[in-house]
C-alpha cells in the first residue's frame, strides 16, 4: 500500500500535468482522498462486507489503562462496577456506523482473555439478566478514551479501523520515533478501495477546485501539513 506521501504526489503530478497555474495543497489532497475512503469503509460497516477486505485494521499492541474510583466515574451507568479502567491517552479517532465504533478485538496483552464490547444501556440490561456474571470484562469508549470494566489490567491489545495511523502508534505504551512524519504512515483500505477513493478524489478535485479562479498569492508549499 502506499504512504500518503506516494498517494499525494501521484495526484499532484496528475494535475499538474493538466493545470499547471493551479496550486493544490498535499493537505487539501490527503483531506478529499481520506474523506472518500471513510465514506467507503463505513459503507462497508453499515452492510457488514469489510471482511472481505485486506490491509485495513490497525493494531495498537500496547494500550495502557489505570484504575478510576467509581464514584468519579462520569459514566453513571458504570458505577456500581467492581472494577473501573480507564485509558490513559486519547485513542486515534475511530469510524462508526450503526453498529457502534470499529474497534473490532480489545484482549489482554497475550491474546487470551477477549474483553467484549458493551454500552451503559446494554451493561444495565444485562446486569438484570439471570446468571449474570459481574466479573466479565467488557469495554466502552467514550471521548476517545477507552474503558475496561469489572477486570483490574493495566494494558490491553486493541485491533481497530482508523485512518489516523500516526496517532495509533502514539497512544500505545511502547517508543515512537517522533521524527517519523504523518507522510510517512501507509494509506489505510485494500487495494480496490484506495482505487475507488483515488478516483473519486480526481473527480472532486477537478469537479470543484479546478473551477476556481487561480489564486494570485499561492502558499506553495506542497508539503504543508
Given at each position: 500500500m502506499a504512504t500518503k506521501k506516494e498517494l499525494s504526489d501521484r495526484i499532484l503530478t496528475e494535475?499538474?500535468?493538466?493545470?499547471?497555474?493551479?496550486?493544490?495543497?498535499?493537505?487539501?489532497?490527503?483531506?478529499?482522498?481520506?474523506?472518500?475512503?471513510?465514506?467507503?469503509?463505513?459503507?462497508?460497516?453499515?452492510?457488514?462486507?469489510?471482511?472481505?477486505?485486506?490491509?485495513?485494521?490497525?493494531?495498537?499492541?500496547?494500550?495502557?489503562?489505570?484504575?478510576?474510583?467509581?464514584k468519579i466515574c462520569d459514566i453513571i451507568e458504570f458505577r456500581n462496577c467492581n472494577v473501573i479502567m480507564k485509558g490513559k491517552k486519547r485513542l486515534p479517532e475511530l469510524l462508526h456506523s450503526k453498529y457502534g465504533n470499529s474497534i473490532k478485538i480489545v484482549t489482554n496483552l497475550n491474546n487470551t482473555i477477549k474483553i467484549n464490547k458493551t454500552t451503559p444501556s446494554k451493561l444495565i440490561r444485562d446486569s438484570k439478566r439471570l446468571g449474570y456474571d459481574k466479573k466479565e470484562p467488557v469495554f466502552y469508549v467514550k471521548d476517545d478514551f477507552l474503558y475496561v470494566l469489572n477486570k483490574e489490567i493495566e494494558a490491553v491489545y486493541i485491533l481497530t479501523l482508523t485512518l489516523d495511523k500516526k496517532s495509533a502508534n502514539e497512544c500505545g505504551c511502547g517508543e515512537f520515533d517522533e521524527c517519523i512524519s504523518e507522510?510517512?504512515?501507509?494509506?489505510?483500505?485494500?487495494?480496490?478501495?484506495?482505487?475507488?477513493?483515488?478516483?473519486?478524489?480526481?473527480?472532486?478535485?477537478?469537479?470543484?477546485?479546478?473551477?476556481?479562479?487561480?489564486?494570485?498569492?499561492?502558499?506553495?508549499?506542497e508539503n504543508r501539513l
Open positions: 494535475f499538474r500535468q493538466t493545470s499547471k497555474d493551479r496550486h493544490l495543497s498535499r493537505r487539501y489532497v490527503l483531506h478529499v482522498f481520506e474523506s472518500k475512503m471513510k465514506d467507503l469503509i463505513v459503507k462497508k460497516l453499515r452492510d457488514r462486507s469489510l471482511h472481505k477486505e485486506g490491509n485495513i485494521y490497525t493494531d495498537i499492541d500496547c494500550y495502557e489503562l489505570e484504575r478510576i474510583e467509581s507522510l510517512d504512515y501507509d494509506v489505510v483500505g485494500s487495494d480496490k478501495m484506495y482505487e475507488i477513493a483515488y478516483s473519486q478524489t480526481i473527480q472532486e478535485i477537478a469537479n470543484t477546485y479546478m473551477n476556481v479562479r487561480p489564486d494570485e498569492n499561492p502558499d506553495n508549499n
